[in-house]
C-alpha cells in the first residue's frame, strides 16, 4: 500500500474532505484530485499546497484524471449533481446514476483495484452501483453511510446529556436519508442505557432533528459539506491505519441485497463485517422499510 487516495469532485464535499486530511495527522502520503473541471482540479490542489508548510502532516497534493488511478489504494467518489433544496436524497438517483456507469468504467479500465468510498447522494444506492459497475468484492466498496447521521445524533445527545459526544455510544441505521432510525435499543452511556436517561419524548425529537437536519442546512446556506467532509477523513484514516473500528458505514447486506447503514468493523481490507446487533421488533420493522425503499430504487435503475 502506497496509500494514495483519489477524490474525484472538486466541489464543497470534496474539499473538505480534502482539507481535513491536511490539517490532521493523516496516513495518506498523495492525494489526487479529479473533477470534470479540470482548472478547478488544478486550482483546489495549488490552494492545499499553500497550506502544507503549517498543517500536522505532509503529503503530495496533485490535479489528475481517472488516468491516475490504477495505483490508489483509496478512491473517494464525491462527484455528481447536487441535491437541491426541497429534493430528497432518492430523487438525485436516475440523474447520478448514469454519471457514476462511465465513471466507474473509466477508472476501472486502468487496473484499478482497491476500495471505494462513496459519498455522492442517493449514497446507498449509488453505493450498490459502484459495487456492480466495479465488479470488486463487495467489502472493498464502502459508503459513508449513516456516520455523519450518526455524528448529528451524538452531538444532540451530548446537548442533553451535557456530556462529550465521543463518550456516547448511538447509532442512526439504515438508509442515509428519510427512512433512517435511531436504534436506541443499542444506545449507552458508559454502559447506561439511553431509554434509562431520557424519556420517550426527548428520545423522538432527538432521533427527528438528526434525521432532518441536512435538510436545514441546506435551506439555511444551500448544502452540507464539513461535516461529511471530516467523517470522510475519519473513515480514510481508518482504512489506512487498519483502526478496525466499528462505524455505521454503507456496507453491503445479502440479506435485503442492499447497501444501507449499520455498524461494521472497518480496517485495511474495507468491510470486514458487520456487527450482529439485535434489534427490537419495532426497529427490526423499521429497518425492513428503510432496505425495501433502498431495493425498490435499486430496481429502478437499469445495470
Not at 467518489?77 to 468504467?105: C, H, S, Y
Not at 482497491?114 to 459502484?130: K, R
Not at 466495479?134 to 464502502?142: C, D, K, N, R, Y
Request: glycine fraction near 8%; proline fraction near 3%.
Amino acid at each position: 500500500m502506497t496509500n494514495k487516495v483519489m477524490v474525484v469532485g472538486t466541489g464543497n464535499v470534496g474539499m473538505s474532505y480534502a482539507f481535513s486530511l491536511v490539517h490532521q495527522r493523516t496516513a495518506v502520503n498523495e492525494l489526487v484530485l479529479v473533477d470534470i473541471n479540470t482548472a478547478d482540479a488544478e486550482g483546489e490542489a495549488i490552494d492545499l499546497r499553500d497550506a502544507l508548510t503549517v498543517s500536522p502532516s505532509y503529503l503530495k497534493i496533485r490535479d489528475g484524471s481517472y488516468a491516475d488511478a490504477g495505483d490508489c489504494d483509496l478512491i473517494v467518489l464525491t462527484a455528481g449533481v447536487p441535491q437541491k433544496p426541497g429534493e430528497t436524497r432518492l430523487e438525485l438517483l436516475k440523474k447520478n446514476a448514469e454519471i457514476f456507469k462511465d465513471m466507474i468504467g473509466q477508472i476501472m479500465a486502468t487496473g484499478f483495484d482497491g476500495l471505494f468510498l462513496v459519498a455522492s447522494n442517493p449514497m446507498d444506492v449509488l453505493t450498490y452501483l459502484v459495487w456492480r459497475y466495479s465488479g470488486l468484492p463487495a467489502e472493498h466498496v464502502i459508503g459513508s453511510g449513516t456516520v455523519l447521521d450518526s455524528s448529528r445524533l451524538r452531538y444532540r445527545l451530548s446537548q442533553r446529556l451535557h456530556l462529550n459526544p465521543k463518550n456516547i455510544h448511538a447509532y442512526q441505521v439504515g438508509e442515509h436519508g428519510d427512512s433512517e432510525f435511531a436504534l436506541w435499543s443499542c444506545a449507552n452511556v458508559g454502559g447506561q442505557p439511553m431509554t434509562d436517561l431520557l424519556d420517550n419524548k426527548a428520545l423522538a425529537e432527538i432521533e427527528d432533528y438528526a434525521r432532518k437536519e441536512a435538510y436545514t442546512i441546506i435551506e439555511k446556506k444551500g448544502a452540507t459539506y464539513y461535516g461529511i467532509g471530516s467523517c470522510l477523513a475519519s473513515i480514510t484514516n481508518c482504512i489506512f491505519n487498519d483502526e478496525r473500528r466499528i462505524l455505521p458505514v454503507s456496507s453491503y447486506d445479502a440479506l435485503s441485497n442492499t447497501y444501507n447503514g449499520f455498524p461494521a468493523v472497518v480496517g485495511a481490507d474495507g468491510v470486514i463485517r458487520r456487527i450482529g446487533l439485535k434489534m427490537s421488533e419495532k426497529e427490526q420493522q423499521k429497518f425492513d422499510q428503510s432496505t425495501k425503499i433502498l431495493r425498490e430504487a435499486i430496481e429502478s435503475i437499469d445495470l
